[in-house]
Every structure is written in C-alpha cells, then in structure tokens.
C-alpha cells in the first residue's frame, strides 16, 4: 500500500501529532499547515481522499470543497453536515468519534480500491452539485411544515 498523508490546517493537535510522527519515524506524513483560499486548492486536487476527524463542525465548507473535487470522503460522526452529505458506502464512510481501528479499516479499503475511490468522488461531486439555495429553502420549508405539524398535534 503506497500512500501519503497530508496534514492541511494549524489546529490544536498539530505539534503533538508531529512530535508523534517524528517519535516513531513515520514516513509519508506532510504537515502543510494553514492555507488561504487561493492556496488550498492544489491540495484538494491532488487529494484521492478526503478525511476530517473533527471533533466538532457544525457545517464544515471545507467538506462541500472536497466534494467538488470529487474526493472520496471518510468523516467522524460530530461532523454536522457529514449524514447530509455521506451516503454510507456510495461516496464514503462515517466512522465513530475516537474510533481509530474504524478510521483506519476504511482508510485501507479505499487506499486498497482506486476504482472506489474514484467512485466514491464522482458520487460526492454529484451530491453536492445538487446542493443550492433553492434546494437549501426547500429544506427550510420542509423544516418549518414539520415544526408547524408537531405542533397542531
């Protein structure tokens, strides 16, 4: 399996998890930390996969990015939009905040499967070429007609 990883972003765990990768000599892991807009493209297209192991992201535009890149994506379950925009096992995987042997099962099956990957990224660009403003005040609406039924009951 011949990979490489690349850290995009300055967040907190970033020293420890380069202290951790220099400990046990790691090999294949690039911390590119923040970058601005007119930067971060040229990581999302050289990108198979897209994995965000946020802790807490209630709408994270950086998902809706990779999706427009046609990335494959692999999720943690606190991601807010991640069950608008995963469909299990169609364009990605969502796997359990804290559960590594989960994060990295599905790591392997698409690092294993190029064909899926690529599968996997022309799904998630399909499903986010679907998402507008007209759709988002659709789902407003669909919202607020369910609010106004629970509360005529």
């Known amino acids: 399996m011949n990979a490489e990883l690349v850290f995009v ?19 294949n892991v690039h911390f590119v930390g923040f970058q601005n807009m007119s930067k971060v493209s040229k990581f999302y297209s050289i990108a198979d996969i897209y994995v ?11 998902l809706n990015e990779a999706m427009n890149f046609r990335l494959a994506l692999i ?22 905040l804290g559960n590594t042997d989960k994060l990295a099962f599905y790591l392997k099956d698409l690092i294993k499967n190029k064909d ?3 599968e996997f990224g022309e799904e ?15 789902g407003l609406i ?6 106004s039924s629970e509360k005529n009951d």
Not at 9 to 27: A, M, Q, T
Not at 75 to 96: H, Q, R, S
């Open 52 to 62: 965000s192991c946020s802790e807490w992201d209630v709408a994270s535009k950086a």
């Open 9 to 27: 972003g300055d967040g907190i765990l970033k020293k420890s998890l380069e202290r951790y990768v220099r400990k046990n000599s790691i090999k």
């Open 75 to 96: 999720l943690c379950n606190t991601l807010g939009t991640a069950f608008d925009l995963v469909k299990e096992g169609k364009n990605g995987y969502i796997f359990p």
């Open 142 to 147: 669909r919202a607020l007609d369910y609010i």
């Open 124 to 138: 998630s660009f399909k499903i986010v070429s679907k998402w507008n403003f007209d759709e988002e005040v659709k």
């Open 116 to 118: 899926k990957i690529r």
